[in-house]
């Protein structure tokens, strides 16, 4: 599996307006990996990303961050991965998921985007669904209020904790996709959550 480079995007909507919200929680956790490599993140024109090289799971890794907003995220994800010859099968995308409760995480190759603007933008760019993603749980909105207006809201007080342990975990949950593969992962992070339920 670390026969060559990879690509790990964070999705999210430019800082410091959304930073703290539930829809830019994959672009922190790339934010976070960096950080614990020792690193950051530096504009990358050619590619319309925030990007850091770095090595993760014995293999280099591309950390990447699209800059714009979420439902043009597919653009400078297609262009990063164009600039580091990176193909569809070792391109790993973190995004948010309202089906997931907070402080969940699940891995997962290919299926549909279930609503999720950044995700269909990527689709549709890259003209297929067979890359791997890492679904970070922001929980369903309560009450009536609009999912869309649910992930633009930022993290409660009593919800950060839960949050940093979860972008803590990310860089893990991806050095073993990188090292061991998905089914490895699946099975080692099947039922994980930073709030200890299942």
Known sequence: MTGGRWLVAGLGNPPPEYAGTRHNVGAEAVEAMAAAAGTSLARNRRSGSRTAEVRLGGAPVVLAVPEGYMNTSGGPVGR??????????????????????????????????????????????????????????????PGSTA??????RAFGADERATVATVLAEVGDVVASLVADGLEA???????????GAE
């Open 185 to 195: 992962t699946q099975n080692r992070w099947h039922g994980w959550s930073a709030t």
């Open 147 to 152: 999912a869309a207006q649910h992930v633009l």
């Open 80 to 141: 990063t991965a164009g600039w580091y010859r990176v193909p569809p099968e070792r391109l790993v995308v973190l995004h948010d998921d309202l089906d997931l409760p907070l402080g969940a995480l699940r891995v997962k190759r290919g299926g549909g985007h279930a609503g999720h603007n950044g995700l269909r933008d990527v689709d549709r760019v890259l003209g297929t669904r067979e890359y791997l993603r890492v679904r970070i749980g922001v929980g369903r909105p």
